[in-house]
């Protein structure tokens, strides 16, 4: 089977079991309910624990080494080869597996702006994976289901493990990708990430090929209709800086910029939900209602959410319709940005907490993606890492960075764009010594920079991570701005924020036929 028809072919032909598709949001839950898959929690929402993989498993993904495209992924650790014999055992294995399943079928697209959407199906084995994937694509009208064609298809299996010997993957999970079958296979984790994120990853694939730049970010627009991008791997705060009472939300992990603007790749939110409060994030809380899945999240007698408890995992989530946050923007679309954030959670606590960046400090940091990886987000992180993603999203992206990051310099000098690099992590010392930057401050310095009072403040290069660090921001306090200030052990922090600036200049080192002007936007030691 090779096309999108053949996939159909075999639903039709094939599947004994009892086939579900397009069920409501209300009959899925009735349906996860009954076949015990989780529970209702005190506010409606539906409860899942996803066993032994509470996180994406970057070790078990794989793309199929086709030969009409293999000279345009960007193969290695990240974007592992599959050969097409392997994909093909283990497609077998999966289509007898589900046959005398009871199966699970949504049918929507993948991009807000009809100019680039993509069609695309998911046939799941479990009822609440099917009603995630409704809640976190774009949902069609029903007249568009009427002669609905997908162009790409996810499979997924939780309760179907691979035998590495027999099957040729790392272990008992896999997500395998085929770029030229348009169609992906999951099996073995019951994490409902994977299926965002391989549609992510697809995406960041097909859409350079029509001039389109995909982006691993959040996005809002103001009451002046000025839009505001966020870029951060999990748990920087993409999704929480992003649900802005004063600002209306167009999505909050991905997006594409097209010629005509920005639109938001899902219809739903995937948050990162531990330490979540109703007085610090009421957008988010209040969007936790019937509907919304929640992701191994410790519910107590009373079947109400614990957000403070990260026995489970520290990747606890939440996952919801977009029209659960007030004034969301529907569709997902938006003006070219005039401020772009890069968000990043610095473990070392020596990075400023917001600065200005040059066009050639842009192109830097957006190569170099710096952040801590944050507990929980991938199987085996306990404890934040320090850690370089390219382009603030290298697990999602099937090319090679320099396809993106030209694509957004273009970008920034077409649209005159402002960024901003604002620090979410540690202040005050390194992580188990200083704490996590108090939210309201980073609210604070996101407002004046996207309101433009930042730009009243004097800006002085840090002597060694180059950067333009303002004096002062409304509502922060002054002393906070520059991390050394905040320090006891004025020596230990040189120390650390030598080692780190090092770190950025060997991650850099491994981009070749880089502007020797983005070279020298980086760190000096």
């Given at each position: 089977?090779?096309?999108?028809?053949?996939?159909?072919?075999?639903?039709?032909y094939?599947?004994?079991g009892?086939?579900?598709?397009?069920?409501?949001?209300?009959?899925?839950?009735?349906?996860?309910?009954l076949?015990?898959?989780?529970?209702?929690?005190?506010?409606g929402?539906?409860?899942?624990?996803?066993?032994?993989?509470?996180?994406?498993?970057?070790?078990?993904?794989?793309?199929?080494?086709?030969?009409?495209i293999?000279?345009?992924?960007?193969?290695?650790?990240?974007?592992?080869?599959?050969?097409?014999?392997?994909?093909?055992?283990?497609?077998?294995?999966?289509?007898?597996?589900?046959?005398?399943?009871?199966?699970?079928?949504f049918?929507?697209?993948?991009?807000?702006?009809?100019s680039?959407r993509?069609?695309?199906?998911?046939?799941?084995?479990?009822?609440?994976?099917?009603?995630?994937?409704?809640?976190?694509?774009?949902?069609?009208?029903?007249?568009?289901?009427?002669?609905?064609?997908?162009?790409?298809?996810?499979?997924?299996?939780?309760?179907?493990?691979?035998?590495?010997?027999?099957?040729?993957?790392?272990?008992?999970?896999?997500?395998?990708?085929?770029?030229?079958?348009?169609?992906?296979?999951?099996?073995?984790?019951?994490?409902?990430?994977?299926?965002?994120?391989?549609?992510?990853?697809?995406?960041?694939?097909?859409?350079?090929?029509?001039?389109?730049?995909?982006m691993?970010?959040?996005?809002?627009?103001?009451?002046?209709?000025?839009?505001?991008?966020?870029?951060?791997?999990s748990?920087?705060?993409?999704?929480?800086?992003?649900?802005d009472?004063?600002?209306?939300l167009?999505?909050?992990?991905?997006?594409?910029?097209?010629?005509d603007?920005?639109?938001?790749?899902?219809?739903?939110?995937?948050?990162?939900?531990?330490?979540?409060?109703?007085?610090?994030?009421?957008?988010?809380?209040?969007?936790?209602?019937?509907?919304a899945?929640?992701?191994?999240?410790?519910?107590?007698?009373?079947?109400?959410?614990?957000?403070?408890?990260?026995?489970?995992?520290?990747?606890?989530?939440?996952?919801?319709p977009i029209?659960?946050?007030?004034?969301?923007?529907?569709?997902?679309?938006?003006?070219?940005?005039?401020?772009?954030?890069?968000?990043?959670?610095?473990?070392?606590?020596?990075?400023?907490?917001?600065?200005?960046?040059?066009?050639?400090?842009?192109?830097?940091?957006?190569?170099?993606g710096?952040?801590?990886?944050?507990?929980?987000?991938?199987?085996?992180?306990?404890?934040?890492?320090?850690?370089?993603?390219?382009?603030?999203?290298?697990?999602?992206?099937?090319?090679?960075?320099?396809?993106?990051?030209?694509?957004?310099?273009?970008?920034?000098?077409?649209?005159?764009?402002?960024?901003?690099?604002?620090?979410?992590?540690?202040?005050?010392?390194?992580?188990?010594?200083?704490?996590?930057?108090?939210?309201?401050?980073?609210?604070?310095?996101?407002?004046?920079?996207?309101?433009?009072?930042?730009?009243?403040a004097?800006?002085?290069?840090?002597?060694?991570?180059n950067?333009y660090?303002?004096?002062?921001?409304?509502?922060?306090?002054?002393?906070?701005?520059?991390?050394?200030?905040?320090?006891?052990?004025p020596?230990?922090?040189?120390?650390?924020?030598?080692?780190?600036?090092?770190r950025?200049?060997?991650?850099?080192?491994?981009?070749?036929?880089?502007?020797?002007?983005?070279?020298?936007?980086?760190?000096?030691?």
């Amino acid at each position: 089977m090779k096309t999108q028809s053949d996939i159909s072919h075999w639903m039709r032909y094939t599947l004994k079991g009892q086939t579900h598709r397009n069920l409501s949001v209300p009959l899925l839950i009735e349906k996860a309910l009954l076949r015990k898959e989780g529970t209702l929690t005190s506010s409606g929402a539906f409860s899942a624990v996803t066993g032994a993989y509470t996180g994406r498993s970057p070790k078990d993904k794989f793309i199929v080494q086709d030969a009409s495209i293999s000279d345009t992924i960007d193969w290695g650790p990240i974007n592992q080869p599959m050969s097409p014999d392997v994909f093909d055992r283990l497609y077998l294995k999966m289509l007898n597996y589900l046959k005398e399943k009871e199966i699970f079928i949504f049918d929507g697209y993948a991009g807000a702006d009809s100019s680039y959407r993509l069609p695309i199906r998911s046939i799941n084995e479990y009822a609440w994976h099917n009603l995630f994937v409704q809640q976190l694509f774009v949902r069609p009208n029903p007249s568009d289901l009427e002669d609905f064609t997908p162009e790409f298809t996810i499979i997924s299996a939780p309760d179907l493990k691979a035998d590495p010997e027999l099957d040729g993957t790392h272990s008992e999970a896999f997500i395998a990708v085929s770029l030229k079958r348009r169609l992906i296979l999951i099996g073995g984790t019951q994490y409902a990430g994977e299926m965002k994120k391989s549609i992510f990853s697809i995406m960041n694939y097909l859409l350079p090929d029509r001039d389109v730049f995909p982006m691993h970010c959040s996005a809002n627009i103001g009451s002046d209709n000025k839009t505001a991008l966020f870029f951060g791997l999990s748990g920087t705060g993409k999704t929480t800086l992003s649900a802005d009472p004063e600002r209306y939300l167009i999505g909050d992990d991905e997006h594409g910029w097209s010629k005509d603007g920005i639109f938001n790749i899902e219809g739903g939110c995937y948050a990162k939900c531990i330490g979540l409060s109703e007085d610090k994030e009421p957008q988010i809380w209040n969007a936790i209602r019937f509907g919304a899945v929640l992701e191994n999240v410790v519910l107590d007698d009373y079947r109400s959410p614990n957000y403070d408890d990260g026995s489970l995992t520290e990747n606890t989530r939440a996952a919801y319709p977009i029209e659960h946050i007030p004034g969301a923007r529907i569709p997902g679309i938006g003006q070219h940005p005039d401020v772009i954030i890069f968000l990043t959670a610095d473990a070392f606590g020596v990075l400023p907490p917001i600065a200005r960046l040059t066009p050639e400090q842009a192109m830097y940091h957006f190569l170099s993606g710096y952040t801590s990886k944050l507990a929980g987000t991938e199987r085996g992180v306990t404890e934040p890492e320090a850690t370089f993603s390219t382009c603030f999203g290298a697990p999602f992206l099937p090319r090679p960075a320099h396809v993106y990051a030209e694509m957004l310099g273009k970008r920034i000098e077409e649209h005159n764009a402002r960024v901003y690099l604002v620090n979410t992590g540690w202040s005050g010392g390194a992580y188990g010594i200083g704490k996590r930057m108090d939210l309201s401050y980073t609210r604070a310095m996101v407002k004046a920079a996207l309101n433009g009072s930042l730009d009243q403040a004097n800006f002085t290069p840090d002597s060694i991570f180059n950067l333009y660090v303002p004096d002062q921001c409304p509502g922060v306090p002054a002393e906070l701005l520059s991390p050394r200030n905040t320090w006891k052990d004025p020596i230990a922090f040189e120390s650390q924020a030598k080692d780190l600036a090092h770190r950025f200049q060997k991650n850099f080192s491994k981009f070749k036929n880089v502007d020797p002007a983005v070279i020298q936007a980086g760190p000096r030691v």
